[in-house]
């Protein structure tokens, strides 16, 4: 089956601007993560939501950052006035459920570039 | 708190020959392990996972890695490498009991001559 998808895959932005990136996970999958890949940080965790759980947000860096999932399907993370510093690749993952024992599927990812 | 160590950022070896990427973990409690591989410009592939049990773990692509609890460790290796085998992988640690995120090492780039 289709595995997860993200759009878009290359984004560049002005500084200032907000930006919009999706992610559609599994289908059937109830876990979805956000990860950053930057070259300074490496890969951190963002965010996780599981079904209609309040999200574990403790790994936003910002208030400028914020993530929603609709209908317990499709996620949005939203960066509000982009900085020089947000440009990395922006990673989704989906897993079936939210225990630790359950493989997380990534996506390609969205490389974004905040000019 | 949580953390996972690669010590070696770049290992080059001669395609054939055996390899062996090194990973440390900080974690209290029993941890669940993962090794995830990167192509260029490609996601994370799970290459195995160690949840409990056997210390020896079989994944995909002809890799293993052990469990060593004395040493934090869970080093990932194969017997013979293949010029397909250069990416980038990443050691990756999540808490047991329910806790989701995923802890990553920084990631050891592994370049094959042919």
């Known amino acids: 089956g289709a595995g997860v998808s993200q759009s878009p895959s290359n984004k560049v932005t002005e500084k200032g601007k907000d930006v919009e990136l999706r992610c559609d996970p599994i289908?059937?999958?109830?876990?979805l993560y956000w990860y950053r890949q930057s070259l300074g940080q490496g890969l951190e965790f963002l965010i996780y939501?599981?079904?209609?759980?309040?999200?574990?947000k403790s790994g936003l860096p910002s208030d400028r950052f914020s993530a929603e999932r609709t209908g317990g399907s499709v996620s949005t993370l939203t960066i509000q006035r982009t900085q020089q510093e947000d440009s990395a690749v922006y990673l989704c993952?989906?897993?079936?459920?939210?225990?630790?024992?359950?493989?997380?599927?990534f996506g390609p990812g969205t490389r974004l570039t905040v000019t | 708190a949580q953390s996972v160590t690669q010590p070696d950022i770049h290992i080059t070896v001669s395609e054939g020959a055996s390899l062996e990427l090194r990973c440390n973990y900080s974690?209290?409690?029993?941890?669940?392990l993962f090794w995830y591989v990167q192509s260029p410009g490609q996601g994370l592939q799970l290459l195995l996972k160690?949840?409990?049990?056997?210390?020896l773990v079989q994944g995909i692509k002809g890799f293993e890695a052990e469990f060593k609890r004395s040493q934090s460790s869970f080093n990932l290796r194969k017997p013979s490498v293949h010029w397909s085998d250069a990416a980038e992988y990443f050691c990756?640690?999540?808490?047991?009991?329910?806790?989701?995120?995923?802890?990553f090492g920084a990631g050891t780039r592994l370049a094959v001559h042919p």
């Open positions: 993952a989906s897993s079936l459920a939210g225990s630790g024992s359950y493989e997380q599927y």
């Open positions: 160690y949840f409990s049990g056997d210390t």
């Open positions: 939501f599981q079904g209609n759980s309040a999200p574990d």
């Open positions: 974690y209290g409690a029993t941890p669940y």
């Open positions: 990756a640690v999540g808490a047991s009991g329910g806790y989701n995120k995923l802890i």
């Open positions: 289908s059937g999958h109830t876990a």
